[in-house]
C-alpha cells in the first residue's frame, strides 16, 4: 500500500507533457557537456564516465529537483564521489553475505566508512530538500492528467512535498528516501548506459553514421537544439540505444520476493517467501532469443522482428507494475545527449566490446572506466571538398579498370560517348489531349514539359551535378513545373482520402476485400499510414507518381505497338478472334479473368510484341560489390550496369529471324532452352514489375474490345516507324492504323468520341531515357561494352547470362539514371538540404518504391503487393471492360480514315 501511494504521487512527474518541458534543460545540459568534451578532445583519448555522470548527475538535479548543481564547490564534489563510495561498499556487502545481517555489519572494516559516505550523501539530500522547500508554494493537488500550476512545470520533489503539507501521504523520511533513490535511479543507470553507448556507436561506424544521416533528415541542421517531437522521430537512434541496453543493461538484475506459493511456467515448486533473481544481462544475451547475442544489431528493434519475441525477453526498465517509471525521461536524455554529441563529434575507439572488463556492481561497470577518442566534426564545406576528393580518386581507379572494356569512341572525358549513342531522333511530346478542366490540361503539359527537361539534363550531362543544374536555363522552368505535378497529385489523394476515411479497413494480412468492396493501392497506401505508420504522407504521394507512371504510360505504349503489329500480320489477328470464339462465345461479350486466363493465343501474341518492343527498353543497377561477369570482365563495386532489353530481345542468337512477329516463340516447347533472362519485358528478380499481371490482363482486354468490334489494316509498319529516346519505347509520329467496322455491325452504344482507340489519356509519367543502342554496337561490342559520361563508371550489358545480377539482393539499387526522376518525385522535405548540392543526384531523396533499397523496400513492397493480389485482378477486369466499351468511332466519321494511335481519349 505504502508503494501504491508513492507511485501514485510521483507518476504526474513523468507526464509526457512534463517530459516535453524537460528537454530544454537535456539540451542545456548538452552544450554544457560538448563544452568539457571539446576542451578535453585534443587529448589521445577521453575517459568519459566522470564527464557524463557529472551530465546526468546535474540533469536529474535540475528536471526532478528544480535544483541547479554547479560542481565547483567542495560540497557537490564530495556528493559525486560518495555516489562511487557508496557502490563500492555495497558491493563489498553483498559478496560477504553475513554483512547483509545489520547486526554483524557493525563489526565491518568498512563500517565507519558506510556510516560517514552515508552520512554524506544524507545531508546533500537534506540540502536539496530544504531549499526547494524554502520556494515552494502551496499547489493545487493535480488531477490525473494535470501536471502544470498555470505555466509552472511540477518537478517531483513539488509533488512530494505538496503530498507532506496537503495530505499527509509522507513525512520527511519519506521525502528523503524518494529522493536519494531518484538521484541515484535517475543519474547513474543513464550515466552507464550513455558510456556504453557512445562506445558502441564510436565502434560502428555505419550506425554512427546513420544516426547522423537521420538528425540531418529530422533536424535539417545537425547544430540545431532538437525539440520533443524531433527526438520522438528519431527512430534508429532509439532502436541503437534500445540495443546498447540489451547488450549492458544499465540494472542487470533484479529480484523479487514471492507473496505466496507458486509453480513457475517451466514446472518447479517454489514456496512463499522465496527470493527470485532475474538476471537480466543473461536474458539479453539467450542465442535463442537473440541470434549471434554480441552482434551490436540496431534492426533487432525493427517491429517485424519484435512480433514473435516474448515481451518479458527484453527488461532494461524491469516490467510490470514495479517497472521503472522513469524510463521515458531516460530515452528522451539519451537520445538529446547522443544529439548534442555526434552533432559536434566523430567518435573513434580506444576501448571496445572485447578490451573493457565488466565488474559486478549494483549497476553495469566497467573496471577501468570507457576511453573513446573524439574528433571535432568538420564544417559542411569541408566534408563536401573531402567527399568529391574521395569520389574523384574512387572513380578514377574504376574508371581505369572498366575503360579496358571495348567500347564506341568518345567526345572527351566530360561529353563522352553519349552523343554517340544517341543515334536516333529526340521525342516529340506535342500531343494535344482533351481534358475538362483547366487544372488536368496544366497538369497534361507539365508531364510532357518535365520530360523535356530531365532529357535536356542528361544529354547535357553537367547539369546532372545538382549544384550546376542551379545554373540551368531550364531550372525555374522545372521548379514551376514540378510544383504543377505535385499539387495535381496531392489533390488526388486528398479527394481519396476523404472517402477512405468511410472505409473499413482489412483487419488480416491476406484479407483484401472488405465485404465486396475491393481496396485500390491508395486506399493500401493509405491504410499502411494510418493503422501501421509503415508510410507517410510523402511517401504516398511518391508512389501515387510512380504507379500512376508505370500503370498507365509503359501499357499504353505497349498496346500501340500491338495494335500495329496485329494490323500487320492479319493471320495473327484471324486467330486471335477465332480464340474469342472459342472462348466467349459472342466475341462483344465482356470477357471474365478466367476466360482473359484462357487466351493463351492471344498471351502469345503480346509477349511476342513486348520483345519486339519492350516497353522499358532498358533497365540499370548499381553494382553492391566487386563482380566478374561471365565473359571474365571484373567491374568494381559502383559501376552501372546498363542492360539493353531491346538488343538482347533482337539478338539472332536467342530469338532467330529477330524482326520476325512471331507468337509461336512463346510456346513452351519452344521456350524451354531460352535463358530465363532472355526475355525481360516486365525486368527481373526482386525488383521486377510488381504489375505485370495487371498489364497483361489490361492488355488482353483492351485487345478483345478493340477486335471484338474492329478489323486493323495497316498504315504505319515497323519499317516505317522511328523509334526515339525516351525512358519508355515511343515513335516519332505516333502509330496510324486503317480501320474497318467489324462486319459493318452497329456502332456500340456509349458517349461520343473521336478517337477510336482509347490509350494515352494521361500520359503521366513521361521522363526520358538514358541513352538508346543501335544494333551495330550491340553487334559490335557484344556481350558488354563501356559507357563514359562524366563521373559515371557504366557498362551496357547485352547478354541475358550477365543480366543475373538482377536476381542477387547485392546489386539491387537502381543506378543514377534513375536519379533524373527525383525533381519529379521527391518530396518538399528534401529539396534543400544545403549539404547535400555539391553530391551526384543521388542523395536522400531515394523514397519511392521505384528507387527505395533494403528494409524500406521490402516494407513497402510487401503491403502494395496485395493490391496486385490475384482476387483484386479478378475484380478489375469490370474496370477494364467498362473502360473497354468507349472504344467508338463518331458517327460521321469515314471507316476508312487513319487514325493516329496517340490521339485517344478515355482509356
Given at each position: 500500500?505504502?508503494?501504491?501511494?508513492?507511485?501514485?504521487?510521483?507518476?504526474?512527474?513523468?507526464?509526457?507533457?512534463?517530459?516535453?518541458?524537460?528537454?530544454?534543460?537535456?539540451?542545456?545540459?548538452?552544450?554544457?557537456?560538448?563544452?568539457?568534451?571539446?576542451?578535453?578532445?585534443?587529448?589521445?583519448?577521453?575517459?568519459?564516465?566522470?564527464?557524463?555522470?557529472?551530465?546526468?548527475?546535474?540533469?536529474?538535479?535540475?528536471?526532478?529537483?528544480?535544483?541547479?548543481?554547479?560542481?565547483?564547490?567542495?560540497?557537490?564534489?564530495?556528493?559525486?564521489?560518495?555516489?562511487?563510495?557508496?557502490?563500492?561498499?555495497?558491493?563489498?556487502?553483498?559478496?560477504?553475505?553475513?554483512?547483509?545481517?545489520?547486526?554483524?555489519?557493525?563489526?565491518?572494516?568498512?563500517?565507519?566508512?558506510?556510516?560517514?559516505?552515508?552520512?554524506?550523501?544524507?545531508?546533500?539530500?537534506?540540502?536539496?530538500?530544504?531549499?526547494?522547500?524554502?520556494?515552494?508554494?502551496?499547489?493545487?493537488?493535480?488531477?490525473?492528467?494535470?501536471?502544470?500550476?498555470?505555466?509552472?512545470?511540477?518537478?517531483?520533489?513539488?509533488?512530494?512535498?505538496?503530498?507532506?503539507?496537503?495530505?499527509?501521504?509522507?513525512?520527511?523520511?519519506?521525502?528523503?528516501?524518494?529522493?536519494?533513490?531518484?538521484?541515484?535511479?535517475?543519474?547513474?543507470?543513464?550515466?552507464?548506459?550513455?558510456?556504453?553507448?557512445?562506445?558502441?556507436?564510436?565502434?560502428?561506424?555505419?550506425?554512427?553514421?546513420?544516426?547522423?544521416?537521420?538528425?540531418?533528415?529530422?533536424?535539417?541542421?545537425?547544430?540545431?537544439?532538437?525539440?520533443?517531437?524531433?527526438?520522438?522521430?528519431?527512430?534508429?537512434?532509439?532502436?541503437?540505444?534500445?540495443?546498447?541496453?540489451?547488450?549492458?543493461?544499465?540494472?542487470?538484475?533484479?529480484?523479487?520476493?514471492?507473496?505466496?506459493?507458486?509453480?513457475?511456467?517451466?514446472?518447479?515448486?517454489?514456496?512463499?517467501?522465496?527470493?527470485?533473481?532475474?538476471?537480466?544481462?543473461?536474458?539479453?544475451?539467450?542465442?535463442?532469443?537473440?541470434?549471434?547475442?554480441?552482434?551490436?544489431?540496431?534492426?533487432?528493434?525493427?517491429?517485424?522482428?519484435?512480433?514473435?519475441?516474448?515481451?518479458?525477453?527484453?527488461?532494461?526498465?524491469?516490467?510490470?507494475?514495479?517497472?521503472?517509471?522513469?524510463?521515458?525521461?531516460?530515452?528522451?536524455?539519451?537520445?538529446?545527449?547522443?544529439?548534442?554529441?555526434?552533432?559536434?563529434?566523430?567518435?573513434?575507439?580506444?576501448?571496445?566490446?572485447?578490451?573493457?572488463?565488466?565488474?559486478?556492481?549494483?549497476?553495469?561497470?566497467?573496471?577501468?572506466?570507457?576511453?573513446?577518442?573524439?574528433?571535432?566534426?568538420?564544417?559542411?564545406?569541408?566534408?563536401?571538398?573531402?567527399?568529391?576528393?574521395?569520389?574523384?580518386?574512387?572513380?578514377?581507379?574504376?574508371?581505369?579498370?572498366?575503360?579496358?572494356?571495348?567500347?564506341?569512341?568518345?567526345?572527351?572525358?566530360?561529353?563522352?560517348?553519349?552523343?554517340?549513342?544517341?543515334?536516333?531522333?529526340?521525342?516529340?511530346?506535342?500531343?494535344?489531349?482533351?481534358?475538362?478542366?483547366?487544372?488536368?490540361?496544366?497538369?497534361?503539359?507539365?508531364?510532357?514539359?518535365?520530360?523535356?527537361?530531365?532529357?535536356?539534363?542528361?544529354?547535357?550531362?553537367?547539369?546532372?551535378?545538382?549544384?550546376?543544374?542551379?545554373?540551368?536555363?531550364?531550372?525555374?522552368?522545372?521548379?514551376?513545373?514540378?510544383?504543377?505535378?505535385?499539387?495535381?497529385?496531392?489533390?488526388?489523394?486528398?479527394?481519396?482520402?476523404?472517402?477512405?476515411?468511410?472505409?473499413?479497413?482489412?483487419?488480416?494480412?491476406?484479407?483484401?476485400?472488405?465485404?465486396?468492396?475491393?481496396?485500390?493501392?491508395?486506399?493500401?497506401?493509405?491504410?499502411?499510414?494510418?493503422?501501421?505508420?509503415?508510410?507517410?504522407?510523402?511517401?504516398?504521394?511518391?508512389?501515387?507518381?510512380?504507379?500512376?507512371?508505370?500503370?498507365?504510360?509503359?501499357?499504353?505504349?505497349?498496346?500501340?505497338?500491338?495494335?500495329?503489329?496485329?494490323?500487320?500480320?492479319?493471320?495473327?489477328?484471324?486467330?486471335?478472334?477465332?480464340?474469342?470464339?472459342?472462348?466467349?462465345?459472342?466475341?462483344?461479350?465482356?470477357?471474365?479473368?478466367?476466360?482473359?486466363?484462357?487466351?493463351?493465343?492471344?498471351?502469345?501474341?503480346?509477349?511476342?510484341?513486348?520483345?519486339?518492343?519492350?516497353?522499358?527498353?532498358?533497365?540499370?543497377?548499381?553494382?553492391?560489390?566487386?563482380?566478374?561477369?561471365?565473359?571474365?570482365?571484373?567491374?568494381?563495386?559502383?559501376?552501372?550496369?546498363?542492360?539493353?532489353i531491346y538488343d538482347i530481345h533482337h539478338d539472332p542468337n536467342t530469338y532467330p529471324d529477330p524482326e520476325k512477329f512471331d507468337p509461336d516463340r512463346f510456346l513452351p516447347e519452344n521456350s524451354q532452352n531460352r535463358h530465363p533472362y532472355a526475355y525481360l519485358p516486365f525486368s527481373a528478380g526482386p525488383r521486377n514489375c510488381i504489375g505485370q499481371k495487371f498489364a497483361m490482363l489490361e492488355l488482353k482486354a483492351a485487345l478483345c474490345a478493340i477486335l471484338g468490334n474492329f478489323i486493323l489494316e495497316p498504315i504505319d509498319t515497323p519499317e516505317s516507324i522511328v523509334v526515339v529516346v525516351d525512358i519508355v519505347l515511343r515513335t516519332k509520329e505516333g502509330i496510324k492504323q486503317h480501320v474497318l467496322h467489324f462486319l459493318k455491325l452497329a456502332q456500340l452504344p456509349g458517349s461520343h468520341v473521336n478517337d477510336i482507340i482509347s490509350g494515352n489519356i494521361l500520359p503521366l509519367y513521361t521522363s526520358p531515357g538514358f541513352f538508346f543502342v543501335d544494333t551495330v554496337l550491340r553487334i559490335t561490342y557484344f556481350p558488354m561494352y563501356e559507357?563514359?559520361?562524366?563521373?559515371?563508371?557504366?557498362?551496357?550489358?547485352?547478354?541475358?547470362?550477365?543480366?543475373?545480377?538482377?536476381?542477387?539482393?547485392?546489386?539491387?539499387?537502381?543506378?543514377?539514371?534513375?536519379?533524373?526522376?527525383?525533381?519529379?518525385?521527391?518530396?518538399?522535405?528534401?529539396?534543400?538540404?544545403?549539404?547535400?548540392?555539391?553530391?551526384?543526384?543521388?542523395?536522400?531523396?531515394?523514397?519511392?518504391?521505384?528507387?527505395?533499397?533494403?528494409?524500406?523496400?521490402?516494407?513497402?513492397?510487401?503491403?502494395?503487393?496485395?493490391?496486385?493480389?490475384?482476387?483484386?485482378?479478378?475484380?478489375?477486369?469490370?474496370?477494364?471492360?467498362?473502360?473497354?466499351?468507349?472504344?467508338?468511332?463518331?458517327?460521321?466519321?469515314?471507316?476508312?480514315?487513319?487514325?493516329?494511335?496517340?490521339?485517344?481519349?478515355?482509356?
Open positions: 500500500k505504502k508503494w501504491l501511494i508513492r507511485r501514485r504521487i510521483l507518476t504526474p512527474a513523468f507526464h509526457f507533457s512534463i517530459l516535453q518541458q524537460f528537454i530544454s534543460t537535456f539540451n542545456e545540459e548538452t552544450e554544457n557537456l560538448v563544452v568539457t568534451l571539446k576542451s578535453q578532445c585534443q587529448k589521445p583519448f577521453v575517459d568519459i564516465n566522470s564527464h557524463i555522470s557529472q551530465f546526468t548527475l546535474k540533469t536529474i538535479a535540475e528536471t526532478a529537483m528544480g535544483t541547479k548543481l554547479k560542481f565547483d564547490t567542495q560540497k557537490e564534489i564530495a556528493y559525486k564521489q560518495a555516489i562511487f563510495d557508496i557502490g563500492e561498499i555495497f558491493l563489498y556487502r553483498l559478496l560477504r553475505s553475513w554483512l547483509i545481517v545489520p547486526l554483524f555489519n557493525l563489526f565491518s572494516p568498512k563500517y565507519l566508512a558506510e556510516k560517514k559516505t552515508l552520512k554524506i550523501l544524507h545531508k546533500f539530500t537534506k540540502d536539496v530538500i530544504a531549499e526547494r522547500q524554502k520556494i515552494f508554494q502551496e499547489i493545487v493537488a493535480p488531477a490525473e492528467d494535470e501536471v502544470y500550476v498555470g505555466k509552472m512545470r511540477l518537478a517531483m520533489l513539488d509533488l512530494l512535498l505538496r503530498a507532506k503539507s496537503k495530505e499527509g501521504t509522507i513525512d520527511d523520511d519519506g521525502i528523503r528516501e524518494e529522493v536519494d533513490t531518484f538521484m541515484f535511479e535517475g543519474h547513474d543507470t543513464t550515466a552507464v548506459a550513455l558510456g556504453f553507448a557512445l562506445m558502441l556507436i564510436a565502434c560502428h561506424k555505419d550506425v554512427q553514421d546513420r544516426i547522423v544521416q537521420e538528425m540531418g533528415e529530422v533536424l535539417s541542421d545537425l547544430h540545431k537544439k532538437p525539440t520533443y517531437n524531433d527526438l520522438q522521430e528519431m527512430k534508429y537512434m532509439e532502436r541503437s540505444i534500445k540495443e546498447v541496453l540489451r547488450l549492458y543493461p544499465s540494472v542487470h538484475f533484479i529480484s523479487r520476493k514471492l507473496g505466496e506459493d507458486m509453480t513457475t511456467v517451466s514446472g518447479y515448486y517454489l514456496p512463499k517467501s522465496s527470493v527470485v533473481h532475474i538476471h537480466i544481462y543473461d536474458l539479453h544475451h539467450n542465442p535463442d532469443i537473440y541470434p549471434d547475442p554480441e552482434k551490436f544489431d540496431p534492426d533487432r528493434f525493427l517491429p517485424e522482428n519484435l512480433k514473435s519475441r516474448h515481451p518479458f525477453s527484453y527488461l532494461p526498465f524491469s516490467a510490470g507494475p514495479r517497472n521503472c517509471i522513469g524510463q521515458r525521461f531516460a530515452m528522451l536524455e539519451l537520445k538529446a545527449a547522443i544529439c548534442g554529441i555526434l552533432a559536434n563529434f566523430v567518435l573513434e575507439p580506444v576501448d571496445t566490446p572485447d578490451s573493457i572488463v565488466l565488474i559486478p556492481d549494483l549497476v553495469l561497470r566497467t573496471k577501468d572506466g570507457i576511453k573513446i577518442r573524439f574528433l571535432p566534426r568538420i564544417t559542411t564545406a569541408v566534408i563536401v571538398l573531402i567527399y568529391l576528393v574521395k569520389t574523384i580518386a574512387h572513380y578514377a581507379r574504376n574508371y581505369i579498370i572498366v575503360s579496358k572494356l571495348p567500347g564506341p569512341p568518345g567526345k572527351g572525358w566530360l561529353i563522352g560517348n553519349l552523343s554517340y549513342l544517341q543515334t536516333t531522333p529526340e521525342t516529340a511530346m506535342g500531343t494535344k489531349l482533351q481534358f475538362n478542366t483547366k487544372k488536368e490540361i496544366e497538369y497534361k503539359q507539365a508531364v510532357f514539359d518535365i520530360g523535356q527537361i530531365l532529357l535536356y539534363r542528361l544529354f547535357h550531362p553537367w547539369f546532372v551535378i545538382k549544384a550546376i543544374n542551379y545554373f540551368s536555363p531550364k531550372y525555374f522552368e522545372e521548379r514551376r513545373v514540378t510544383n504543377t505535378l505535385h499539387k495535381f497529385t496531392k489533390e488526388v489523394i486528398a479527394e481519396r482520402e476523404k472517402n477512405f476515411k468511410e472505409i473499413d479497413l482489412p483487419s488480416e494480412e491476406h484479407d483484401v476485400y472488405k465485404g465486396k468492396k475491393r481496396l485500390a493501392m491508395l486506399d493500401l497506401l493509405l491504410s499502411a499510414k494510418k493503422k501501421d505508420g509503415l508510410i507517410d504522407d510523402e511517401g504516398i504521394r511518391e508512389e501515387v507518381d510512380t504507379f500512376m507512371f508505370e500503370g498507365h504510360d509503359t501499357t499504353a505504349v505497349a498496346l500501340g505497338f500491338a495494335l500495329m503489329l496485329l494490323a500487320n500480320n492479319r493471320h495473327a489477328q484471324d486467330k486471335i478472334v477465332q480464340e474469342m470464339r472459342e472462348v466467349l462465345g459472342d466475341i462483344r461479350k465482356k470477357p471474365s479473368y478466367n476466360e482473359l486466363q484462357s487466351m493463351k493465343y492471344l498471351e502469345r501474341c503480346i509477349k511476342e510484341s513486348l520483345r519486339l518492343y519492350p516497353s522499358v527498353h532498358f533497365i540499370t543497377r548499381t553494382l553492391g560489390a566487386d563482380l566478374t561477369m561471365h565473359n571474365g570482365a571484373f567491374l568494381p563495386k559502383d559501376t552501372i550496369i546498363v542492360i539493353h559507357l563514359k559520361v562524366v563521373y559515371l563508371i557504366a557498362v551496357n550489358v547485352l547478354s541475358p547470362k550477365d543480366c543475373l545480377i538482377l536476381s542477387n539482393s547485392i546489386h539491387m539499387e537502381k543506378s543514377i539514371v534513375y536519379d533524373l526522376l527525383h525533381d519529379r518525385l521527391r518530396t518538399d522535405k528534401y529539396r534543400n538540404i544545403g549539404k547535400y548540392i555539391f553530391l551526384p543526384i543521388r542523395c536522400l531523396t531515394t523514397n519511392m518504391l521505384l528507387q527505395l533499397i533494403g528494409l524500406k523496400w521490402q516494407t513497402r513492397r510487401k503491403f502494395l503487393t496485395s493490391a496486385f493480389h490475384f482476387n483484386i485482378l479478378q475484380q478489375v477486369i469490370t474496370v477494364f471492360n467498362k473502360e473497354s466499351k468507349y472504344v467508338k468511332i463518331d458517327e460521321n466519321h469515314s471507316w476508312n480514315k487513319n487514325f493516329d494511335l496517340r490521339n485517344c481519349d478515355g482509356y
